[in-house]
């Protein structure tokens, strides 16, 4: 079988996110190969969760997620010029309203 064909019939890459516990954000714990979602979760389950550290697993397909390149962090990441507006420093605390 040459090289393209194999390629065609490979699984999908799946991303894996693991949440430790209650209340934690999830994290990225790797990435693996699967058929489908079910699968996909059912081994992301064996393969990063095994001493019993998660809570919850998150299964995305890989060619799902859009991510900024780490290159242009600079242009990507800065603040416009000239909206100070969207920094809570701008506004001027209301006299006579207790609750602020």
């Known amino acids: 079988?040459?090289?393209?064909?194999?390629?065609s019939h490979a699984w999908p890459l799946w991303e894996v996110f693991v949440r430790a516990n209650r209340g934690l954000s999830h994290v990225h714990a790797g990435s693996l190969h699967a058929p489908d979602a079910t699968l996909a979760?059912?081994?992301a389950r064996d393969l990063y969760t095994r001493r019993n550290?998660?809570?919850s697993v998150w299964v995305v397909p890989a060619e799902a997620i859009a991510a900024?390149?780490?290159?242009?962090k600079g242009g990507f990441f800065e603040s416009p010029q000239g909206k100070s507006y969207r920094h809570a420093t701008y506004?001027?605390?209301s006299e006579g309203v207790p609750h602020l």
């Open 1 to 7: 079988m040459s090289e393209t064909t194999a390629a």
């Open 41 to 43: 979760l059912r081994n």
């Open 53 to 55: 550290e998660g809570t």
């Open 68 to 72: 900024s390149d780490p290159d242009s």
């Open 91 to 93: 506004y001027q605390q």
